[in-house]
C-alpha cells in the first residue's frame, strides 16, 4: 500500500471539502489493520466526515488500497498538537498547553515572533507575561478552559 499515492487521492477530496490532511497513517488496532485520515477544517461535524469518509472509501481502489484495512476519517480533537512554528502562529489568541523544562502550564498565545512565544498565565490570581524561546518547548498543543 502506498501512502503517498493515497495521500494524493485523499487530498483532493478534501480540498472539495474545505479540509486539510493532518496526518496519514496504518496502525494496527483491536487486531485489525487501519487507515487512519485524521483531517482539519472549519466543519468537522460526523456528518460532514461521514460524507468524506465515503468518498474517500469509493476513490480507494483495491490496486491502490488493501482491502483488509479499515478506513478511519476523524478530526484532531479539541487539544490537538501545534506540530510546528506555522501552526503555532495559527493559534495566537487561542488557548493552549506548554510543557517546557521549567514550565508546565496552560495559558493564551499572544504572539510567536523571532523564534520567541509570548505567553500569558494566570498565577494565583495574576496575570504574568512569559517569553518562551520556541527551541526549548518540548510541547504545545490547544487546551480546553474549564
Excluded at 478506513?71 to 495566537?92: K, M, Q
Excluded at 496552560?106 to 494566570?122: A, P, S, V
Amino acid at each position: 500500500m502506498d501512502l503517498k499515492k493515497i495521500e494524493l487521492v485523499i487530498e483532493d477530496i478534501l480540498k472539495k471539502h474545505q479540509l486539510t490532511l493532518f496526518s496519514l497513517k496504518t496502525k494496527k488496532e483491536f487486531g485489525e489493520m487501519v487507515l487512519e485520515v485524521i483531517v482539519d477544517g472549519v466543519d468537522l461535524s460526523s456528518d460532514h466526515l461521514g460524507i468524506v469518509n465515503g468518498e474517500i472509501s469509493e476513490s480507494l481502489t483495491e490496486d491502490l488500497f488493501d482491502p483488509n484495512y479499515y478506513l478511519e476519517v476523524s478530526s484532531p480533537g479539541a487539544e490537538r498538537p501545534l506540530r510546528n512554528d506555522v501552526e503555532v502562529v495559527t493559534a495566537i489568541g487561542k488557548y493552549v498547553h506548554i510543557e517546557t523544562a521549567k514550565l508546565n502550564s496552560d495559558g493564551y498565545l499572544l504572539d510567536f515572533k523571532d523564534g520567541i512565544i509570548t505567553f500569558q498565565i494566570n498565577l494565583k490570581g495574576r496575570l504574568k507575561k512569559v517569553d518562551i524561546p520556541y527551541s526549548n518547548v518540548k510541547s504545545i498543543r490547544l487546551a480546553i478552559k474549564f
